[in-house]
DNA sequence: CATGAATGAGCGTTCATTCAT
DNA sequence: TATGAATGAACGCTCATTCAT
């Protein structure tokens, strides 16, 4: 679990507001055009550095690329981190919904790192694909599956669940709830009525009622 | 939804199967590298025309994009009415593992239409990628959303679900579980015993099974 | 023996007058700088072509450079070869002399390939510096030597010399002050009454004759 | 002939031991990559001292390579002028011998300066390198030169020699047999058997040999 | 004085696209 | 109509040099 920051030295020592400023460009490109696609020419412009100093920073393109994504990935981590923590002891379906509703706010409040985070998630591109791809995946999905095991442990669940193919499930709809957001902030998304964009309250609840209840109609 | 075909007559007047070359060749580069990292040059040498032939074909890189997207479409579109046709009149679940398995089919009979189809789905990495994400996006969650209102009618399901939010829960599953099969053919997954690419037969069973009863214990 | 032009179809498919033109912005880029100080920039702006043209032709950097010397190696073969085959059955120090002449009409006539032979010869300035280094040495020795073993057998040398070494030694002289012609035409030379490009021909005389008797005073 | 050390003055005040740091990295990194080649970046990581540092002190990067092959001629020359007192008195080909000894020996134990010096004689990779070249080969010329003048004064030479032209075939050969050591040190030579890396002691006896006697056959 | 962060021109190379043949 | 040679902007990256601290 290494601290992303301490790798890049150099970046570190800038001053906070211009070190943002990078991130956020970078964030912004990536997030935009994918990490192949991406231009340092493009990204250097918008954040108001020379090519010489960025590569000072990071030695290369994937070298900014990994520090970017491994940012998002501990604020992701500390995100879920902190809900486990919080809903401690409550019953597995609040805690579900807790976790929507976090997702929700750090797609909504921090949308460039959401969109490195479903991008990666989603297609691998990025340097040494496979790798990072798995080390996204796992992460939360290890956190759903801990809230899966617990809740069979205390009956909230049936105890014939597998976890390994609930938690996945679960991250299924998961993901593609927030990257509905994140599409909708980016701009992507047609926006109707029926896209989880809209009152995502309410979503929220339909889907842990969908996951709780099952769709089968009971006499 | 027009013919994709009748947009690009001089490609249409081709003979078969150096059409079918062309096509392969343009999915196989897309679909390795995505829109934007793909490469017109190294394109044209895998296809054996010429560059300036395909240029005529299709007028940009975009314009072969969308042509080659746009096949990909149809073919899924096709393959889910026949599921539809062929499935009339069975009950939902049955019909929903259906689904399931023809899916299965398709990200491993045509890997690289459903790595086209996945990375559209999930990024957007393609010229006017809103227009072309919510088109993708739609057509199938249309046919599902048909398969739940139908199931409601049926009596198969409850009758409160909402068509738009359940038929999206079940595309979000949908599309991830193929995902992991694309990507393991990718060579990009984990590939461990949790993988949905593992057994995938049991996978459905137990995808089909949660959405019928749900995650609580019943008395 | 590969005939260099075979590698590069599209080069060699060029008019005469647009590929000389080339060639000749080559051998003026590399003989000034050396492989890696030379700028493919400059020298496409020498040559009056497009950048994408050059790399279309020779690929790479090192894919030019490798022609240019590879061209320039098989004009000196051919001169040597015409000299031995030209003076068959003339004594040892007649040859010498004649290969001093074809050397220093070659450094007149062709200064830039003068230029780009030296480079290599001294410095290994080159891809795969070792390799071209002892090609292009070998070439040269190997024919001196044939010269020296054949002046033995004839009895117009002393029967106790080392070919190898004699032959080195000659080359040594050769190479020296042909390259001091091309320096000479680089405007590098001093240019003093001393240096070798001033009356050549005396030069050459003067060579062969120190050769022939040694530098020792004899009663 | 200016000392080199009084043109930098801010250089001249370092500590010894610092100083001679800075110097091996330059004639390290200037040996290794040539001047064009070299980087003054990797260089001053390599001296441990920072750019500004540098460049207050030598100016530019030629300023820097100036100051080190003029260092590197003041050795030879100091080598030079040693053998010249030490051999004072004996007979030519004995002091002729020494020659090639020591210089055998400086290409031994300082390959580095050896690099630069050989670089710049044979191609004029330096800045200005017209000047540098004619100062390099004159300070070696004329030291040949005047053993030539001695020896043909004392005897031991035929006394219609001329000075001038029997001292540039001299020094070529004396440097292209010191330019084979270093070639070998730095991995560029073929290391064949016919090398002049391979036991250089009989190689100078014969080269002595050769000059003395000459190569023809006598009755 | 000494530092090392910042600069932006330049590097070799590839790109999508055009157009004379 | 089909070709593939030509284009020059853009790519990721390194350079020698400057200058605020």
Redesign the pocket.
């Known amino acids: 679990m290494a601290d992303p920051g301490t790798r890049h030295p150099?970046f570190e020592?800038?001053e906070p507001t211009l070190r943002q400023r990078i991130l956020d460009a970078a964030l912004r490109e990536f997030g935009r055009f994918g990490y192949g696609a991406?231009?340092?020419?493009?990204l250097v412009e918008g954040a108001g550095?020379?090519?010489?100093?960025l590569?000072?920073y990071f030695g290369?393109?994937?070298g900014l690329f990994e520090h970017v994504y491994r940012s998002t990935m501990e604020e992701v981590k500390t995100l879920l981190r902190s809900v486990r923590d919080q809903t401690a002891g409550e019953p597995f379906f609040a805690r579900l919904e807790r976790v929507l509703r976090a997702g929700l706010e750090f797609t909504t409040s921090r949308p460039l790192s959401a969109a490195i985070y479903y991008r990666v998630i989603y297609t691998g591109d990025a340097p040494h694909g496979n790798r990072i791809l798995a080390e996204v995946q796992d992460s939360s999905r290890r956190f759903l599956r801990g809230l899966v095991v617990e809740g069979v442990r205390t009956g909230d669940l049936r105890a014939d669940l597998d976890p390994d193919r609930t938690s996945f499930i679960l991250q299924s709809v998961l993901d593609r709830f927030l990257q509905a957001q994140y599409l909708e902030f980016m701009a992507l998304s047609s926006g109707g009525p029926s896209d989880p964009s809209t009152a995502p309250d309410q979503w929220i609840s339909h889907i842990v009622g969908l996951f709780r209840d099952g769709l089968v109609k009971r006499p």
Chains 1, 2, 3, 4 share one sequence.
């Open positions: 150099r020592r800038l991406a231009s340092m020419n493009r550095i020379s090519k010489g100093a590569f000072k290369t393109k994937a």
